[in-house]
């Protein structure tokens, strides 16, 4: 993985090189909108506090595709599939993910076709019930850990396993506090997916889950 880069035009947005292809950024609520942000993103019907996420995490896709794969980006389209999953009807080569937690926002991008899920997740005061249901096998030791670090760390395992779900187009519908996911886990493996968590920017955890692509046989089974 690449250490984390700035995107043109977006001054407070992080971006990182993955393996296949990947490129996942990261960037708070508050940082300046691109020139020009995709189409579709108006989230009519939603809060308001709703649409500025939404329209911050696809501003924040536009620069991200558009420093890594340009071809046609100048008209971005954002659409949705019939499970909520992110998409480019306009850029069929690219797979796409995006995410929001309070203040920032993140996006993913597989430039080589394969899936990939991303996701974000603000550190906020957990109860024991959920360190047991997400962190099943290091439940017993988080629980001994004052309360920033057992939030923080949930936080953490949570990104990976929201990540893992969304890259498999099913999201919550997967119940993604199944996926095992260790406390102290930086990178794994989990189905056909590969994971990383990545470095967190103002101490929020955030992590992507992408398809391995092999050059002689297109998505690795």
Known sequence: M??????????????????DGVFAAYAPIGAPRTPEGPAGDTGRGLPRWRVTERVAARRLLTALVG????????HLSVGSRAGGQPYLPGRPDL???????GAVVAAAVH??????????????????????R?????????????????????????????????????GLGLRPWRIPVGADQEHGCWRHLRWRTLPPTGGTPWSCAWEPIDDRKGATP
């Not at 690449?2 to 393996?19: D, I, N, Q, T």
């Not at 430039?111 to 047991?132: F, I, M, S």
């Not at 939030?151 to 990104?159: I, L, P, R």
């Open 134 to 170: 997400c962190c099943p096998q290091d439940a017993a030791t988080l629980l001994r850990h004052d309360r920033p670090t057992r939030d923080t760390t949930v936080a953490q395992v949570w990104t990976v396993q929201e990540s893992c779900a969304k890259a498999t187009g099913h």
């Open 111 to 132: 430039t080589r076709g394969g899936a990939v899920g991303v996701d974000v997740q603000e550190p906020y005061p957990v109860g024991d019930a959920l360190v047991r």
């Open 95 to 101: 797979e796409v993910s995006l995410a929001h937690s």
């Open 2 to 19: 690449s250490s984390g880069y700035r995107l043109p035009g977006m001054p407070g947005a992080v971006a990182v090189a993955l393996p």
């Open 67 to 74: 420093a890594v794969a340009p071809a046609g980006t100048g």
